[in-house]
């Protein structure tokens, strides 16, 4: 059998309701590895937040985070690393808008920090971030934005996030990808213009000389969109967002809190 690429997204795909790996999709993500397919984690989340999930899994393959803005191979030097920014100045205005936005919380998320406009975690929940607590060097201050971030991550009280990201991507001119995340939360993630999923997937099968219809993926969400309609074969989650169908060559007949994703590659390659 041709050994294939899978990209799997991680909330409301992989993981279940409570943010975690069930022992039957490890065994069957580690039997389908050695079986020669690679496992590519294509996640929102920066990698603070995946690489637990990375090493349960026994990966050894690249990652990709921030939704495409950072793709590389956890815990090495690799020279086809790609890490891309958004300019500093979109989080700052986006910090002076955020009564317009009706944002609970912006934050400037970087590979290896981030700082938030809101650190209580009666507002914002810590584990968004990859941490236990927050601490006073997470504290947003605009002295600190000396660098550009790899993606600005808000939260916000508008009713509809979608038509949310449309307005924002107008106003700003469309310089910015701004995607919805989060599965029920009200979270929206700004990327560089162009970055999503299929971006780096396009870049990741190139560098492993893969061709693309071996390459298939799972998603559940609106920032899944780019990356099912890219891969060979995409596969929607049975409780992906109705947005996401249009893009998918099939639903899955379960939920990720089903093991919708586990039941599926055991039916292909098992």
Request: hydrophobic share 40%.
């Amino acid at each position: 059998m041709t050994k294939k690429i899978i990209a799997v997204d991680l909330d409301g795909t992989l993981l279940n309701g409570e943010s975690k790996l069930s022992d039957f999709t490890k065994k069957t993500i580690k039997e389908i590895s050695k079986k020669g397919h690679q496992i590519i984690i294509a996640t929102g989340r920066p990698y603070r937040m995946a690489k637990d999930f990375y090493r349960e899994l026994e990966l050894e393959t690249p990652m990709i985070n921030f939704n495409g803005s950072l793709t590389h191979l956890p815990g090495k030097v690799w020279k086809y690393e790609k890490c891309l920014t958004v300019d500093k100045k979109y989080l700052l205005d986006m910090v002076e808008r955020t009564e317009e936005i009706e944002a609970d919380f912006i934050a400037g998320e970087y590979r290896k920090k981030f700082y938030i406009t809101a650190p209580d975690q009666e507002i914002a929940d810590p584990r968004l971030f990859g941490v236990k607590n927050f601490q006073p060097e997470n504290q947003f201050n605009s002295d600190l934005v000396t660098k550009d971030p790899n993606c600005i991550l808000l939260q916000t009280r508008v009713s509809d996030k979608y038509a949310l990201a449309e307005e924002m991507n107008s106003f700003y001119k469309h310089q910015l990808n701004i995607n919805t995340w989060g599965g029920p939360l009200n979270i929206l993630e700004c990327t560089p213009k162009g970055v999503h999923k299929a971006f780096a997937l396009e870049y990741l099968i190139d560098v492993m000389n893969v061709d693309r219809k071996n390459l298939i993926a799972f998603g559940d969400e609106h920032n899944d969109t780019e990356m099912l309609a890219f891969a060979g074969t995409g596969y929607a989650m049975k409780n992906a967002n109705p947005a996401l169908l249009p893009f998918a060559d099939e639903q899955l007949p379960l939920t990720n809190e089903e093991d919708g994703v586990a039941h599926f590659l055991r039916e292909l390659f098992l």
